[in-house]
């Protein structure tokens, strides 16, 4: 006898660049149900649920006053998270959250408090951790010896939607959190230098390049070097090992491990990391598992992203746990 899987009935808010992405992916999933989606852009909205087969809404707590879904992906820009999340946690509905968490770190922390007094359960889009090459250089790790560094490169051009922040926010966010992942440590202290080349929107006082120096407990050094300046998207992950070093590409999927006497190509199992991010997402509403990563997880990597912000702005070295008392 087999026994029946439960449908996870689910709807999407905010259908731009990523949340389109989200419609797509549960709408191929077996055990879930794409319930609606909802955007105030109408034409947008509809002509998606009509390439989807699912109901479109331009308010999204029409939505989830008609359809009762059991969870939701918001991806809305960042600095409605906060609005929008609370909302859904307080209707009882469990979220799926963009990276990054919020804006703020108080934004953040009452999207926690919610979370845990409504007990639903809050996952943070950071999709990298989905992604099959992360997977495998964490397993090849060891073989690189003691590890000295771990940088990353995350280029490419401005994407028009994002105005309400700047490219550590939107995009630093991704490798802050990788990095902490691959060391399995938290970052103690920030160095940071960015500008603004003038090249990019009107928002001036948005940084659209940086580079971002993290310390680890121990004294590994983090390195992300980003911007919205490159006419070719780049993805690149870097680690340095006393024996070898690994190179990874985020978008092909590609690995190597290089060493004196030869590179060898490490085997990837290719996935779409955001199937694997809503897979994991759609089993912790089922089966009510904590998900990771989770709200708190997205808030240390929210305060790294503020520390680095506050670091390029002061022109000095910020503590994580300073900006976190
Ligand atoms: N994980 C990733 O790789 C990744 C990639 C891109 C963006 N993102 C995140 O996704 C979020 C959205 O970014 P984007 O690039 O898709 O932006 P976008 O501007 O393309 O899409 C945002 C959508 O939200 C809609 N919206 C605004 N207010 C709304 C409301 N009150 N109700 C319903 N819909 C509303 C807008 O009309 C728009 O369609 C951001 O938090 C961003 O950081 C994540």
Redesign the pocket.
Known sequence: MFKRRSVVRVGV?????????HVRVYSGMDNVELVGI????RA??RHLASLYNTKAY???HELIRRERPDAVS?????T??K??ALDIIASGIHAL????IADSLKAADEIIEAADKEDVRVMI????RFNPVVEALKDIMPELGEILTISSKRLGPY?P???D?GVI??LA??DIDVISVLYGKHVISVNAFAGNSFRNSNRHDLEDYATVVLRYEGGNIGVVETNWLTPRKVRTLMIVGTEAVAHADYITQNAEVWKPECTITVSVDRQE??RN?LESFIRCVSTRAKPHPSAEDGKKVLAVAIAAINSYRKQEEVRINDILS
Do not use: C, F, Q, W
């Open positions: 808010i905010g259908t731009g660049n990523m949340g389109k992405h909802a955007d105030i852009n947008r909205v331009t308010s999204y918001i991806a809305v820009p960042t409605m998270h609005d929008v959250i963009e990276k990054p889009g950071h999709i990298e994407p939607s994002i105005k922040v926010l939107d966010v991704h990391p955001l991010e």
